[in-house]
């Protein structure tokens, strides 16, 4: 697979509840753009998101992905799996993630 589109197109036609998919929100913008489209359009066989920001792989917030749209839309579909911060820290870890897990809360606690 190259692309989410081409995962998502596989695992419907597959059709079982054990094969889903893991969306790289960071690939998926590297690769393609139109991320928030795409993963509401996935989002019924998606069980992790991962989170990482475009450019670096650093914490979100760092680079040129909104993550605050991209949190709103997943809960939008009322994804109910996985949401993985898998990204390089730019800064001192436990910062890092503290502030990334209150910008995802806020988001989608609104």
């Known amino acids: 697979m190259n692309s989410c ?7 419907r036609q597959v059709d079982h509840p054990h094969v889903k998919l893991l969306f790289d929100v960071y690939h998926e913008q590297v690769q393609a753009g139109n991320t928030i489209r795409t993963l509401i359009e996935a989002a019924p066989w998606v069980t992790t998101f991962h989170v990482a920001d475009n450019p670096g792989r650093h914490e979100p917030g760092t680079g040129e992905i909104n993550y605050s749209n991209v949190y709103k839309a997943i809960r939008q579909t009322g994804f109910k799996g996985h949401v993985a911060m898998e990204y390089f820290p730019a800064g001192e870890q436990v910062a890092s993630l503290t502030k990334a897990l209150n910008a995802f809360h806020a988001a989608v606690n609104v």
């Open 5 to 11: 589109v081409e995962g998502l197109k596989l695992t």
